[in-house]
């Protein structure tokens, strides 16, 4: 499927393509930014016009597929049953028309040259449970982040719609920072919970296993922040069974400089949990 590629774009090509992009996902958000599980849990068949309805009533999936796509498979051709409402007809054109190619345009990122699935740059705690597309992403944003936190001096970040925390658990474990998460899904507050808990018993176990790493990790680190202490962190190095941000630090066995402080949804930690610092 044909697309449109960003970096031939010029600046002002860019922002129209963003207020397009924009315009579109406000008017039939409602379709487009959802998961595949809440069009059968929170019914939203019944939220899109009757004449669509009519239309797509009674379609497999790999006929939707290939009407929305208009890619047939070999000796497929597309035949449409009824006349397609001009509503749906423009959404397909419109999608289609602003989509992102998916042929990258540019050579393989170079954290990925030796394992196609998993980034050199990320440590093995962040890189588990997530695919390499999100590994890229919670690197390059979280790092740039972490600039311009240091850059404004801003001392807290508050990610909202954090998901399973993936970016959220690397900023604060990863890069040091302090950072408070802000979920509205309970399921996926749980499963963030899950991978919390899964993340610090890691660490405990290679804590216990390098423990020389910690000791230099606490050296380096150096004085703690305010905010190590009110999460939990206690003040002084790593004590006994306390697992230490060195062994999150590819190529380096520094800690963080700064104390951690995270938490995912409505009371997904309780009051007084440290976490490693």
Known sequence: MPGISARGLSHEGRKQLAVNLTRVLALYRS???AYIIEFFTDNLWDTIPCSWQEALDGLKPPQLATMLLGMPGEGEVVRYRSVWP???LALKSTACALAFTRMPGFQTPSEFLENPSQSSRLTAPFRKHVRPKKQHEIRRLGELVKKLS???GCTQVVDVGSGQGHLSRFMALGLGLM???????QRLVERAQRLDQELLQALEKEEKRN??????????????SPAATESGCPSGPPGPGEPCG???????T???????AYSTGPAAVPSGTGFPC
């Open 31 to 33: 379709i487009l930014d």
């Open 86 to 88: 001009l509503t749906l």
């Open 150 to 152: 240091d850059f404004t």
């Open 179 to 185: 950072v408070k998460s802000i979920e509205g899904d």
């Open 211 to 224: 423990p020389q790493i910690c000791a230099a990790g606490a050296t380096a680190s150096g004085a703690r």
């Open 246 to 252: 060195g062994l999150l630090q590819p190529g380096s």
């Open 254 to 260: 520094a800690c963080p400089t700064g104390g951690d």
